[in-house]
């Protein structure tokens, strides 16, 4: 069983920063996952930010045009599967709920369809 578990949501004021934390536990025939995050404002699409290939340790990717150039994606090095998300220079657009995410594949894609499992989600909201 493929657990995805998010935390670090909550309420920001714009111009901060904030980091979102993903800890995954795999089970234990599979353990070279796509860990992706994304996220969802209200009546819009769900929509990828970024995402760690696991089987290369080294290829993070960033989809949305919107976070470029303000998001940062690591592991943490005491935890294998402990995905760290950093967002800076917040705006109000940046509200919704962020979820983290898993592929079996193992391969990273923009597209909510590729991962298997998801993660609940947390809240971040920007207030001007």
């Known amino acids: 069983q493929v657990q995805v578990a998010e935390s670090g949501g909550g309420l920001v004021q714009a111009g901060e920063s904030l980091s979102l934390s993903c800890t995954v536990s795999?089970?234990?025939?599979?353990?070279?996952?796509?860990v992706g995050w994304f996220r969802q404002a209200p009546g819009k699409e769900r929509e990828g930010i970024s995402c760690?290939?696991?089987?290369?340790?080294?290829?993070?990717?960033?989809y949305a045009g919107s976070v470029k150039g303000r998001v940062a994606l690591s592991r943490d090095n005491s935890a294998k599967y402990t995905l760290l998300l950093r967002m800076s220079s917040l705006t109000p657009e940046d509200t919704g709920m962020y979820y983290c995410a898993a592929a079996r594949s193992g391969y990273c894609s923009p597209s909510p369809n590729s991962y298997e499992y998801w993660g609940q989600g947390t809240q971040v909201t920007v207030s001007t």
């Open positions: 760690l290939d696991y089987r290369s340790s080294r290829t993070t990717m960033t």
């Open positions: 795999f089970d234990s025939k599979f353990d070279d996952y796509g």
